[in-house]
């Protein structure tokens, strides 16, 4: 028997139960074993029996005098009556309708009891307390006991799987695991750390001598998660260092050259990200970063100064964008930029089958994507912007044909996506195994916490830009209570007057389905604010003054895009949107964004729609409507109405709704324990230090058998990318 061990194999499982286990997704014995308590009872105060009291719950120990079972034919029903006693006095006790008691407890059984005294017409009685049988010949030591008269462990159970049972069968288990379950973690980081030993830790975390000792298995059952997640992580890393590179040496005149032709100087943040990045292009293996600041912090520039002294050693660039509207407002950025340079700069995105390409102080050239593509693979354009169909070519069969090949690719720029890994970048590299991969910058207005940066993102270095352009105005956060509803409409109206624009987020597209509707609760009813709903309502009832449109996930994407451009060309005044409005989305005409449903979204998606305005030289504002909270006592939107730093908001988030907010953790497969242990920024430091320890010198871990397969299994369940 190992953790391996199908649960069917195990002793006094059937097969109803093997059903019910496989729905919490128990398979395996290792399944069970890490199958933890949700809470745990203490049970462990044992009265005597002179000191019970009427109606109270107590757990006693005693023995058995006595045990008849009777039968009341009034009432159906089987009664077992029982005395007990222990060294203070003799109780009754009263169970009913189990009949089969009288045959498993005997005269001279010593028995945990725990239930309530109740008074009868007899006197004061044990009313069908729960019972546990202990071993009368040894002496007593409760620790042996599995259901009473300890600490016991309560588990989320299912329908017909109950804690009771589990504790039935875990008991055993561990009791035939002694001694034999073999260390997985170092012995000097256990001691180190203060953390129990695994065997230890599987018995106290379901059977702890003390609530002390439930916590300290736990933390180590954390600790053993963060340590995996980072040795995963520093692996990784490990892996790139080995990995080729083109070197692009900094071209110090050509990058001063450059900064002068910009229309402002950057900010000190802003210097200090693009000299990271420098550093690491001259590197001889692949660059790994990820850029971040808020919303209209500047990462573009940044990007296109590494770009420019890519381009001057015959280097190309790429970069990729998740819109086809972010990747043209890419393009004329980039081209503004490099205006004065000669460099040629291409746009490719899936959905039009045109391309362009703006040469030097010529006009934009039209070319087909055969062309473009010629282009590219000629190393004729340096810089290629473009979208996913960058690297998802259409299933046509011309697909192959389509491909993206590069003459030598510098670098990778991503921009507001998930990242993506090692082996796509190769693919766009069209690097064949072993040859040189490009560098990286992934770029993001989303704010990573600490927590989360060393542990599961612990791979990439991070550059942050904390720092806003000089002369940008704080966007003035307001939580509107119902009754100023109407006050806001009223503003909105004052600013479409003077030719400002407005953005309204809602949270859905349409109404529920009735069904859907039954199911949820009230709450949800009145806060479902639906685009489609509030569409009509605010178009006829409150603005048939002013010009409307929506836009919404449903919508096909050249629908969205023929709206983006007319509201960017200021030809409505208010946008009413889901959640689909494109993070880096530059209007600056809009001056408010008013949010429905505001308590739906997590802190950091608020930030990010509240960034949609405030890009021009106007005050601007983010209205946060709430129908559920009033202002006192939502905590999340105040915070959202007083900060307006993007990491400290992001730090709060992690700590109010947990990790699965940010890009894709959810989907990573980590274990809910694992989740929760990623807001505990002490706990991943430590856990990272000990990784660095033990792959330090040893990265593909031949001294640490154990660690090496157990990693290995991790990465098989788990996936973070
Ligand atoms: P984001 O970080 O959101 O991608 P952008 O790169 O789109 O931000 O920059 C937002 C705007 O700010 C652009 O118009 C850009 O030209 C401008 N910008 C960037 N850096 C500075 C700066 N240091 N001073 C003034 N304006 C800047
Ligand atoms: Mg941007």
Redesign the pocket.
Known sequence: MNFSTPAQELPRIGTIYQQRLKKLGIKTLGDLLFYFPERYEDLSRIKKIKDIKINEEACLIADVMEINQEKSWRKKMSITKAFVQDDSGIIQIVWFNQPYLSKSIRKGNKLLLNGKIAIGKEGAYLSSPSYEKINSEKELNLSDAVHLGRIVPIYAGTQGLSSRWLRYILKPLLSAFKNKIPETLPKKILDKHGLPGLEESLWQIHFPDSIESAESAKKRFLFEQLFFISLSTLQKKIKLLETKAPSFPANLPLIKKFLKG??????EA?KKAVWEILQDLEKNYPMNRLLQ??????????AAVAAINIIKAKGQTVIMAPTEILTK?HFQ?IFNFFKDFNVNIGILTGKTDKFYSKKLKSDTIEVSRQKLLKMVSDGKIDILVGTQALIVPSRKKSAEKNKVKFKNLGMVVI?EQHRFGVKQRAVLAGALPGQPIPHFLS?T?TPIPRSLALSIWGDLDISV?NQM???RKKIITEIVEPDRRKKIYDFIRKEAKEGKQTFIICPRIEPKDPEEQKKSNWFEKIEMKTVKEEYEKLSKEIFPDLKMEMLHGKMAPKEKDLIMKNFKKKKFDILISTSVVEV?I?IPNATVIAIEGADRFGLAQLHQFR?RVG?GDFQSYCFLFSDSGAKKTNQRLNALAKYDDGFKLAEMDLKIRGPGDFFGVKQWGLPDYAMAALKDVELVSIAKESAKEIIKGDPSLKKYPIIKRRLEGFEENVHLE
């Open positions: 910009l229309p402002f100087q950057l900010t802003q600041g808020d919303v209209g912090s500047g990462k573009t520039v940044v407002q950025t921009d770029m207005a830009i352009p000089k002369g880096g530059d960034g890009r």
